[in-house]
């Protein structure tokens, strides 16, 4: 098996949808139930949304990622909430735009790095369109711009279904990110916003994604 | 009895992590049911039953590294 992106099925269907602003867990209930309706053979999903500020602690995640104390958190009403994701630490905001693709992936052999890498390459060209450079980087997964982390990945995978996603910083509130040590590492984060100097249209964004996902992901919206 | 075998989860992947068990050693279980969780890089995979049967064995702790091909359980 050699996966490359030429042997992508093609013409896939997809529906998308776009849940605004919701809670973390319920989103996360919700990924669980179309993870089994495309096991059973519903089109796939690209699926937009923010949450409310929230850190999530991925399966490598360990406490000591999380600069916060308890008692800080818990002042500021910032929940934390372990999850059965690749990765660590990691923090959602308004601002930031998420993204849950639900997708076969045996349409990409079942190839866990080429998913993970075509998520990264999403986020590239989606910033292209906005004039940001930015990139992936040897060794670490995310993408960075001006050696800033930009956009975090991370997937969960079910019945060869992958879930969980990407979540690019859109118009972040960048303070918040000293709550925590992203993906464990002594990275400094970015955003849209920061790095062009204004604030960015989530709209504009997300029409934005969706073209850059057709293209790549070889699908068509049936909604 | 068989063997579940963690499966290729890519080129260059060459070992995961066991993150946890979804089963305990005498549980029933039906084919396809999700029974051990591995993470892999920022990824977590679900390995399911490969028939139904009964948890045998349990071969890997969990926070254990596993390679790819190396049998995580049996199930009779």
Known sequence: ?223 | MEQVILPELGEGITQATVACWHVKVGQQVAVDDDIVELVTDKATFCVPAPKNGMVQNILVAEGQPVRIGQPLATIR
Not at chain 1, 112 to 124: D, F, G, N, R, T
């Open chain 1, 1 to 223: 098996m050699n996966p490359t992106s030429t042997n992508i099925q093609t013409d896939q269907p997809c529906l998308l949808e776009d849940w605004g602003l919701i809670d973390y867990l319920q989103a996360w209930r919700r990924q669980q139930a179309l993870v089994a309706e495309v096991v059973a053979g519903d089109p796939e999903r690209l699926i937009f949304c923010e949450h409310p500020t929230v850190l999530t602690l991925g399966r490598l995640g360990k406490d000591e990622h999380i600069l916060a104390d308890a008692d800080q958190l818990c002042t500021r009403g910032i929940p934390l909430v372990r999850i059965d994701r690749g990765g660590e630490v990691t923090l959602h905001a308004p601002g930031q735009l998420v993204v849950y693709p639900i997708v076969r992936l045996d349409r990409f052999g079942r190839d866990l790095k080429l998913y993970l890498a075509m998520l990264e390459q999403v986020a590239i060209d989606l910033l292209r369109g906005f004039d940001i450079l930015a990139d992936s980087s040897e060794g670490r997964r995310g993408v960075w711009a001006g050696g800033r982390k930009i956009a975090s990945i991370g997937i969960g995978v079910r019945k060869w279904v992958a879930y969980h996603g990407l979540a690019v910083n859109v118009n972040t509130d960048l303070a918040l990110f000293s709550l925590i040590r992203p993906c464990g590492l002594n990275v400094q984060m970015t955003s849209m916003q920061e790095l062009l100097g204004h604030a960015v249209d989530m709209v504009q964004v997300k029409k934005a994604l969706v073209e850059v996902w057709e293209r790549h992901f070889k699908v068509h919206r049936i909604l």
